[in-house]
């Protein structure tokens, strides 16, 4: 049984998938039951994870519990065991852009969080808001996630100002984009206009570019500091694989000084 289930789930496509996942998971979690991976966002564990992707279908990486992708659980572990962003005794103004189905009842959810969401189009945001024109005080939050955005946005430099002007002296964002770092410049090209054209190159037919290796330098123009956090690296590959995690992905940490 467990073999047809895993054809359905790689013949299926990916988007419909991922609706369908929704109201499945309870079926999903009972067949795909197992100890040999765990997703650490809620502790539970599975004989394998979902199959994922738009033109570069990846196995095993969508959790069936949460349905957290490799970039989520790593950022979470990241959170828990690298900051204090679960257990500070005062109070963390968290701004979260585009917040994600598997982060944002369980930060809505932290005492210690003040936590405000923001987007142009998610109905979980909080304030509808252009990341390229916020609504929101300068040096105003503590804390800034946002992550897999800016390769949808065409001015990022727009984008990253803004990032830093509302974060406080002290603050640190942490800004995820999905990453060729065997790529030393970031690609774009306005001239591929066909959507499948497009999301045969950028990944998705909504990216507008593909970012290199030179992206923490922009980043560190804007004004940031800029951590280059390697965290697989900083763990086993037992729990690497455990996890299910990219092994290599770098989580741009930022601080404003």
């Known amino acids: ?12 496509p990916r ?3 991922i609706r369908l996942s929704y109201v499945a998971r309870p079926i999903l979690a009972l067949f795909l039951k197992g100890n040999k991976f765990t997703d650490p966002i809620d502790g ?3 004989s394998q994870f979902l199959p994922y992707g738009y033109e570069n279908q990846r196995n095993n990486v969508l959790s069936p519990s949460t349905l957290s992708l490799e970039r989520h659980r790593l950022l979470w572990l ?14 963390i103004k968290v701004l979260h852009f585009a917040p994600e189905q598997a982060f944002y009842k369980r930060f809505r959810n932290q005492k210690n969080l003040i936590y405000t969401t923001t987007d142009l189009f998610s109905p979980l945001a909080d304030v509808k808001a252009d990341i390229c024109n916020l609504p929101f005080k300068d040096n105003e939050y503590d804390v800034i996630l946002c ?10 430099t727009k984008a990253m100002q803004e990032l830093f002007r509302v ?39 909504d990216h507008v570019r593909i970012y290199g290796r030179d992206y923490f330098d922009k980043l560190r123009s804007i004004g940031f500091t800029v951590v ?11 729990l690497v694989e455990k996890y299910c995690l990219a092994k290599g992905e770098i989580i741009p940490v930022c601080f404003k000084n």
């Open 147 to 156: 992550n897999h955005v800016l390769e949808h946005i065409p001015d990022d």
């Open 228 to 238: 280059e956090e390697d965290y697989t690296s900083k763990m086993t590959p037992e």
């Open 44 to 46: 539970k564990s599975f």
């Open 15 to 17: 988007p419909i998938l």
């Open 1 to 12: 049984m467990k073999k047809t289930f895993k054809y359905i789930l790689n013949t299926v």
């Open 167 to 205: 974060l406080k002296p002290g603050g640190m964002g942490i800004f995820q984009i999905p990453q060729d770092l065997s790529r030393a410049v970031t690609f774009s090209d306005d001239s591929i206009t066909d959507k499948k054209e497009r999301a045969m190159v950028f990944g998705q037919y």
């Open 78 to 91: 990241y959170l828990k065991n690298e900051t204090h962003f679960f257990t500070s005794e005062h109070k």
